[in-house]
């Protein structure tokens, strides 16, 4: 058996917890894991962790400099409470420069995955030619991250030999996922709502239409992208083949959202702006694949694993 050496970044994380995850199923890969604060939970025989602070460049030195495949899933989360960090925005600025200045140089491949709020204002689908045709949405830090790290990966792939690939992902759903009501995202807190763990009254804007992507697929399908030969810099929109409200799920989950007692309350935008939908007909052409998402079966996994969980 033919190992690759792979490195993935922030692997207890959501997104890294869901590569890992996929990456020992194939069992041809030799994986070295990085995490900081929060203890990994899969373990197999091919996977070795390293505690590793990012931020620190010095700390970077516990890594071997050569790998086949980087996965570059770490960073500090934007969530509903700290949107407008600068703190957060410069950590990951600084983590990615350590990243790229440290690891790139003996890097075959590096994939890393990007925030889709770095796409402009736009009421139809974005595709992956629309990221910088205008600029960036104004106040929206992980968007201003976003475009400034890809810039630089772009320019890097023009003089190194490194692939780039760049999985811009819209929000993205299921296992592994911060279920605290205080922090978490929409679909975590509708998933709480519907095994009664919610302690506090959320609201949530149920008719803004946007897209997402179940992590399940989101890494099984950056994996395979992982295998195909492309050009030296290639960046791709994964997500669902629809955009959808949220009242769609509240349907599907029998939500209450119009008693005294409901813990979720809709609080609907009344002239919304734009949509947030996204093309992926460019992934689908290389993977070969006709369709990607579907959002009630996703939903009822990503319900049983909490529930094992719990």
């Known amino acids: 058996m033919v190992y690759k050496k792979v490195l993935v970044l922030g692997a207890a994380g959501f997104i890294g917890s869901n590569i890992i995850e996929n990456l020992i199923k194939k069992n041809n890969y030799k994986i070295t894991a990085t995490f900081f604060k929060k203890k990994p939970k899969i373990k197999f025989k091919n996977l070795n962790y390293q505690r590793v602070n990012l931020i620190n460049y010095r700390n970077l030195k516990k890594i071997d400099q050569k790998y086949d495949l980087i996965f570059m899933c770490a960073g500090k989360i934007f969530n509903k409470r700290n949107s407008n960090s600068l703190k957060k925005l410069k950590e990951n600025l600084m983590i990615n420069k350590n990243v790229i200045n440290f690891l790139l140089r003996n890097t075959k491949s590096y994939i890393w995955f990007n925030s889709c709020s770095g796409y402009p204002k736009n009421k139809g689908k974005l595709a992956e030619t629309d990221f910088f045709k205008t600029p960036a949405p104004k106040k929206i830090l992980p968007g201003m991250q976003s475009r400034e790290i890809e810039k630089e990966l772009f320019l890097i ?154």
């Open 157 to 310: 792939s023009k003089t190194s030999n490194v692939n780039i690939l760049t999985i811009r992902t819209p929000e993205v759903y299921g296992k592994f996922d911060n279920y605290n009501e205080n922090t978490s995202r929409d679909i975590p807190l509708l998933i709480n709502c519907y095994l009664n763990k919610l302690k506090k009254k959320h609201k949530i804007d149920t008719k803004f239409q946007k897209g997402y992507i179940f992590a399940s697929d989101l890494a099984k399908y950056t994996i395979k992208l992982s295998s195909i030969k492309m050009k030296k810099y290639e960046a791709f929109n994964l997500c669902d083949d629809k955009s959808y409200n949220l009242q769609r799920l509240i349907n599907f989950l029998k939500i209450d959202t119009d008693t005294k007692n409901s813990k979720i309350k809709k609080d609907n935008y009344k002239n919304p702006q734009y949509q947030r939908a996204y093309d992926n007909k460019k992934v689908k052409k290389v993977l070969g694949i006709r369709k990607i998402g579907n959002l009630e079966k996703s939903i009822k996994k990503t319900i049983i694993w909490y529930k094992q969980l719990a």
